[in-house]
């Protein structure tokens, strides 16, 4: 159990705060399919953005644990998961590759925009016919004299629409092996980038998603994230922080789940007593907090071991199943809890169910984690 200090309280406890103002009028904008732009420009002059960045280019300087603890904060009172979930991806897709990897020119160039949010992340890996499979990605870059010419295009860009800066992955060697891939910095108005329109989707609907595509698109060599090749380890490092980062949200979306779900079984009376005295229902709320608790020991302990460079290859994979999993499950039975109310979309918890079907999908399905750790237990 991690006790945490003055300081790292202060900065949640500001997080939880801008969440309850960001996630006023969740419902209508699910409802229309918006991202809060008011809010995004409240979390822009927060400090939010650029925690875990180094304070020269604007970031707080935080280490990745308070990130963690930071970014629970606002998965337990925004009620805007779609929101939330742009905010780390942008944070992720941009902020962390270029952190770890970029040059001192990139580094200078992009972080301030990051930390201040000046110029909306994304990245855009997915394509097509190359999805859970990404070595099987066909975006090539070519190299031609101090450029490289990008063609090809992405399938699932989640902020693409609003996003001033992407990094892209691209082919620049031989299919199939893992030195074939490589990590760009591209700007929205390069010429020859297209961003398609927003996609309509299941859930996670005010986080506008969309396609790319590249049309002979030239960026600065001097834009390749990390080196030639090495866009394979660039993303293994982005995915470790993505599911610490993104499921931490999740994790404080399910704790004020289950105390919401107590709450209400505590005062929902049917048959002349609180539904909460029926042992079937307060089963469930037990589950629930098994399911939390469980999830929070995982993101940590594994937040801890990669602090502590240990290997956390399986440690990742697990965690990423077991967050992701319990917020689904978590969801569902809350719909149970609150009955039909429960159903109707101004309670706002079928939305929940909407937004946790993707957790299974991104960042790697449960399939091939499991897949993962079968692996690593030499299956
Ligand atoms: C909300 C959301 C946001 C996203 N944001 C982004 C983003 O910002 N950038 C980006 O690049 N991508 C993004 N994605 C895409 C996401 O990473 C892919 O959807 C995911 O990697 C799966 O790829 P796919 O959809 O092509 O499914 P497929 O790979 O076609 O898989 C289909 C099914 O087959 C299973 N399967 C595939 N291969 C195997 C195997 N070897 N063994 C067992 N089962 C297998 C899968 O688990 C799945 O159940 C996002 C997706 C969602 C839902």
Redesign the pocket.
Known sequence: MISWTEEQRTLRAAAVELGEVVGKDHLERDAAGEFAADGWALVRGSGLLGLPFGTEHGGLGADLLTTMYVLEGLGESCRDGGFA?SVC?HMV?TGVPLHRFGSAELKARYLPGVCGGGAIG?????E?D?????MAMRTTAERDGDDYVLTGS???????PIAGTFVV?ARTGKPGSPGAITAFLVERDSPGLHVGTPIA?M??RT?P?SELFLDGVRVPAANVVGSVGAGFLVLDHVMRWEILLSFVVNLGEMEHRVRRCVDYARTREQFGQSIGSFQSVSNKLVDMRISVDTARKWLYDTGEKLVARKNVTTDIAITKLVVSEANLATALAAVQVFGGYGYMAEYGVEKDVRNAV?GP????????Q??RVAAMMGL
Do not use: C
């Open positions: 979930f991806t897709s994304a990245h855009a890996i997915s097509p190359a999805g859970s499979d990404m992405k399938s699932f860009v989640s902020n693409g992955y989707k859930g996670l986080s998603l993707a999908i991104y960042s790697g399905t449960s399939e091939i499991r897949q």
